[in-house]
């Protein structure tokens, strides 16, 4: 790959999953380049026109809201098994039954604590 440029390399099957993505990126990044009278190639993603990681990532990922209660769940020294709970159950994305019947792979919702009532959060 040395003195290589990166729109002439072909992927192998021994590639790594990551790299077989970076060149599938290839065609997506294409677009946002364009080509000067000097024919030299400018990174149109970056307001100084070079490649960056960053100009890069800000293309391909969708970006999302920022989660308001983000401080809260993780913070110094938190557990991330507690973290990860508690953001599932502030999103309403814990496994329970009730939820699981949703999907049919659960025929019960009853709760398995009290056998009494559907079981909520």
Avoid at 75 to 101: E, Q, V, W
Wanted: hydrophobic share 40%; glycine share 2%.
């Amino acid at each position: 790959m040395k003195n290589a440029e990166i729109w002439e390399i072909q992927s192998c099957p021994m590639d790594s999953y990551e790299w077989k993505n970076i060149l599938a990126w290839r065609q997506q990044a294409f677009v946002h380049m364009y080509e000067t009278r000097s024919y030299t190639w400018i990174w149109a993603a970056s307001s100084i026109g070079s490649f960056t990681l960053n100009s890069a990532w800000n293309i391909v990922r969708t970006s999302c809201p920022i989660f308001d209660l983000a401080d809260v769940v993780w913070f110094y020294c938190h557990s991330p098994k507690i973290s990860y709970c508690t953001l599932g159950a502030l999103h309403d994305r814990l496994l329970t039954t009730t939820r699981l019947k949703n999907f049919p792979i659960v025929d019960n919702d009853i709760c398995v604590l009290c056998q009494d009532d559907i079981e909520t959060i």
